[in-house]
């Protein structure tokens, strides 16, 4: 054993001499902390309290990579959407069983780092003085044999159950962010953007061939008779599901302005939308998205003399005569405009249908529209 100088820093050819305990021992006194004690937690290495210990830290570790795999399993397999009230509640338990996989992983992956060091590592008790001198190559030296001591006093080298167990809950731990930032990516969405409960529907809805009643919120039936010149409404498609959780009035995608224009105003219609309106010469009555093209906020302040539509969010104006194009703000997408069709009610009356879903997605720019 090389003898070590505690007062000076030793040369670079006693560093070599010595072992790397020895160096590191020699590095720390050099660069002012003073070792007071430090002992192994277990002297003889491999026996039985040892192998225990370890078992410990690793069933910490195989629990934090465990509840990992469970968030993720957790996150793609759990329902997620809302359902009205009244039918099945699963998806209640999508927060409950992600946050807390999470909060396992998390516990038993810093409980296992904290018992590793208090039951494997050395015990070390240590004084430091501060100092500012520059780094020389002794330093860095003993520096690189510090680093290895501390390596070497983990005992993940020998110890393959502990390095097996907290490269599976490193896995988790680094993998669980991902899969929350980019979960949704992980299912394509299909057509589902594209398409509004406005689409027809001849399951539901045999009477009218499929085209889906367009009705108020209170689930009456919108007639043109209840707007007046230059009057508008939100509707919404007259869809109940209950047990499948969901109907037109709540759901997010089907918000519509439905607005009677006032005498003398002539829409000039987008190509291929002339006969959208109702009727479908010299249409009176039209309708279009309430969700603004550029943010999704609800463009509903109707201006009727000039026929001015505003997004009250970012100030985005469409004219309504010209198929709701974007004249004014950031949108840059005419609001898509919904097929009208009147059919005579049991009562007489005439009834607002929606002879189709829109033409296009309705909503701001996604990704997958170019």
């Known amino acids: ?56 830290v690793a069933a910490c570790f195989a629990i934090a990579g465990l509840a990992g795999v469970g968030f993720i399993v ?54 430091q003085d501060r100092h500012d001198d520059p780094s020389k190559v002794e330093d860095q030296m003993m520096t690189e044999a510090t680093l290895a001591v501390g390596l070497e006093d983990t005992g993940i080298r020998r110890r393959s159950v502990l390095l097996l167990s907290v490269l599976g809950a490193g896995g988790a731990l680094a993998t669980v962010p991902l899969v929350y930032l980019v979960g949704s990516l992980l299912k394509r969405p299909g057509t589902t953007l594209f398409h509004t409960m406005f689409q027809r529907n001849t399951k539901l809805f ?64 987008r190509k291929g939308q002339a006969d959208f309106g109702w009727p479908k010469q010299n249409p009176q009555y039209i309708a279009f998205s309430k969700i603004c093209t550029h943010a999704g906020c609800p463009a509903s302040l109707y201006e009727q003399q000039t026929g001015r539509l505003l997004c009250p969010c970012h100030q985005s104006q469409f004219d309504v005569l010209s198929d709701a194009k974007p004249v004014f703000g950031p949108a840059t997408r005419s609001l898509p405009k919904l097929p009208l069709e009147v059919l005579t009610g049991k009562d007489g009356r005439l009834y607002f249908y929606a002879r189709s879903d829109y033409h296009e997605p309705i909503g701001p720019g996604f990704w997958e529209r170019p």
Do not use: C
């Open 74 to 127: 957790a996150f793609i397999a759990v329902p997620f959407h809302w359902h009205l009230p009244g039918t099945p509640q699963d998806f209640k338990y999508f927060t409950p069983a992600v946050g807390g996989t999470l909060a396992l992983m998390l516990l038993f992956f810093g409980v296992g780092l904290v018992l590793w060091a208090k039951w494997l590592m050395p015990e070390e008790e240590v004084v």
């Open 206 to 269: 045999p009477q009218s061939k499929g085209m889906v009643p367009i009705v108020y919120s209170d689930w009456r039936q919108v007639s043109p008779d209840d707007l007046l010149p230059g009057g508008l409404a939100t509707v919404f498609p007259g869809v109940r599901q209950p047990s499948e959780g969901y109907d037109g009035v709540h759901n997010a995608s089907s918000p519509t302005l439905l607005i009677r224009l006032r005498p003398g105003q002539v829409v000039h219609p």
């Open 1 to 56: 054993m090389t003898e070590v100088n505690y007062g000076n820093s030793p040369s670079a050819d006693e560093l070599r001499s010595m072992s790397p305990e020895e160096a590191m021992i020699a590095g720390a006194e050099v660069d002012g902390v003073h070792i007071v004690h430090r002992r192994e937690r277990f002297p003889v290495r491999g026996s039985k309290a040892e192998k225990r210990a370890e078992r410990a």
